[in-house]
């Protein structure tokens, strides 16, 4: 085994047990925050009152998300500035990480409040079928989300300016206009801020499609190289993945929502001492639903992301029959990893729970058998 392999299985392992690690630790958090009686007398200190006002619920949403985002900072830290650090792969500072976390913070936290303020007030309307009409709302949400992103939010972490590899550039482009799909721009992104990690991707709607190149990987990639990892993510535009991955997260909150109300209802009835409150769309039942959301993510995750890898798959032999460039999709893949730090062999029971990707040694196979194939037919 080479140093750099030695190196990537160290540092995945290492993520790998941080990531059940956080898992483990978040649920035991909510199990124990109900269990021992804390989330019943913190509620009624701050939702005395069963009609709480608007006021004293976002005030009590807010200490909640604060108080689970502090006991977890310990692990986030280590995981995403440490560990980073320690294997050469983060250019941040911590004062540049935690800038990150408030920032991310102040993003999604009034989306949080306003989640689960749509969430109970459905909960209250239709106590029996909320479960479905919420997951239902959550498609539309789901996709403005996904779409909005790399357009609204992505550009408040980096800087997005037109590559500067005009031959390159028209290159790409026209890669993409010979599948069908339009392009507006060629953009590269300063990612080397953060971290030496590499990354393309397909941001924007419409007409309005950018590709987006990561300057680590200008930097490190020949362009025969950038045009098959481009040759990818033209290949999820083409079978509108994004919409599937839409779909199956919807199929995911359909399945989480279910299971919520079903034990949800069953614990409240049996032990309405846990939070102070009787029903799901009460204010106080919130440690209930979160714990409830976190067994249910936690068992239904590993569903989406087999499926996620099956879309993956196929996207890499759509990339080499684009292309017919097997050999550089396969040393792409492998200077992808390596910069990644991404383990070519995890064990298999890490890649069912948690990899939305195969593993990097079975896609360079794909890329090369692709392209022998192709040479015989
Ligand atoms: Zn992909």
Do not use: C
Request: charged share 20%.
């Amino acid at each position: 085994m080479s140093d750099t392999n030695a190196r990537s299985q160290e540092y995945s392992r290492m993520k790998e047990r941080l990531a059940l690690a956080g898992t483990a630790l978040t649920l035991a958090g909510s199990a124990l925050f109900l269990g021992t009686g804390l989330a019943a007398k913190m509620n009624r200190r701050l939702l005395p009152k069963t009609r709480a006002s608007f006021t004293k619920r976002v005030r009590y949403h807010g200490s909640l998300s604060l108080g689970s985002l502090m006991l977890g900072l310990p692990l986030s830290f280590y995981s995403g500035y440490i560990v980073e650090k320690r294997f050469g792969l983060s250019n941040q500072t911590p004062r540049s990480w935690a800038i990150d976390v408030v920032k991310g913070e102040a993003i999604s936290a009034p989306l949080q409040i306003a989640l689960i303020e749509g969430m109970q007030w459905t909960i209250r309307r239709w106590p029996d079928r909320w479960w479905l009409i919420a997951s239902g709302t959550a498609i539309p949400l789901t996709a403005g989300l996904t779409f909005l992103f790399p357009v609204l939010i992505a550009p408040r972490f980096n800087t997005y300016e037109p590559l500067e590899d005009t031959e390159l550039a028209a290159r790409l482009k026209l890669l993409a206009e010979k599948t069908g799909i339009e392009v507006a721009d060629v953009m590269q992104m300063d990612m080397s801020r953060r971290t030496t990690k590499a990354n393309a991707f397909f941001a924007g709607i419409g007409h309005t499609k950018r590709i987006v190149i990561s300057d680590t990987m200008l930097a490190g990639f020949t362009p025969d190289e950038i045009e098959t990892v481009v040759a990818h993510e033209i290949g999820h535009q083409v079978n509108r993945d994004l919409w599937r991955f839409i779909l199956s997260s919807s199929f995911v909150t359909l399945a989480i929502a279910w299971v919520t109300d079903r034990v949800g209802r069953r614990a409240m009835s049996s032990r309405p001492e846990l939070v102070g409150a009787t029903s799901l769309g009460n204010p106080r039942a919130l440690p209930l639903i979160a714990l409830a959301f976190g067994v249910a993510g936690t068992v239904i995750t590993p569903l989406q992301l087999a499926y996620s890898r099956r879309i993956e798959r196929r996207t890499d032999r759509f990339a080499v029959a684009l292309t017919g460039n097997g050999s550089a999709y396969a040393s792409a893949l492998a200077k992808l990893a390596a910069l990644n730090l991404a383990d070519p062999n995890p064990p298999g029971w890490v890649t069912i729970l948690l990899h939305s990707h195969p593993p990097i040694a079975e896609r360079i196979d794909t890329a090369r058998t692709a392209e022998i194939n192709a040479l015989w037919t």
